[in-house]
């Protein structure tokens, strides 16, 4: 199945529980992310990102995803993403209706640590969110809201289509997506 996003930025046919694993170490870098949508207002560059580091970035199972968009989804799927932009990349994507309403993307930061990467997105169309990981940040984005969340060793994202989850939505998916991510 092959999504066609027209987003600049960021599913496994069936949901297995347990945690991502990490991709062979022959991934390429590249300077082109596979990431949410451009925010609204700039962000820090993103090729400092490694991207598709995990072959399996559906950190969170269906109910999950349906927590957070507020309606239920179909499994989460690994699938290719054909973005406005003319790139291509892996996400986890989440559809209801036929329509993707949430998109997973996890990557390695080159430089710094990845809570570094989302304390140092620009101020405006993005607020942090406390509780969860070493930092999060919501930033508003043409798609949707898009969660930047850092763990020790991964960045995160986790994009909502049209609509705004609430704070404990956001911290609940978070949680449970780095509970998933390998160690």
Request: one cysteine or more; a negative charge.
């Amino acid at each position: 199945m092959m999504v066609v996003l027209a987003i600049a930025v960021t599913g496994c046919t069936t949901v297995v529980t347990g945690r991502g694993v990490a991709a062979p170490p022959t991934v390429p870098a590249t300077t082109a992310p596979s990431s949410p949508a451009p925010p609204a207002s700039p962000a820090p560059s993103r090729s400092g990102l490694d991207v598709d580091v995990l072959s399996d970035e559906c950190l969170l199972n269906a109910s999950e995803f349906g927590a957070l968009v507020g309606e239920a989804v179909r499994p989460p799927a690994q699938d290719s993403v054909d973005r406005g932009d003319g790139s291509s990349g892996s996400s986890c994507v989440a559809t209801a209706s036929n329509e993707p309403v949430a998109i997973i993307n996890v990557y390695r930061v080159r430089s710094g640590t990845p809570a570094d990467f989302v304390r140092a997105g620009a101020p405006g169309g993005r607020r942090e969110l406390s509780g969860v990981g070493e930092a999060a940040a919501v930033v508003d984005t043409q798609t949707g809201p898009t969660l930047q969340l850092a763990s020790p060793d991964y960045l995160v994202t986790i994009l909502v289509a049209g609509r705004t989850p609430t704070d404990d939505a956001w911290r609940t998916a978070a949680t449970a997506a780095l509970s998933r991510l390998p160690t």
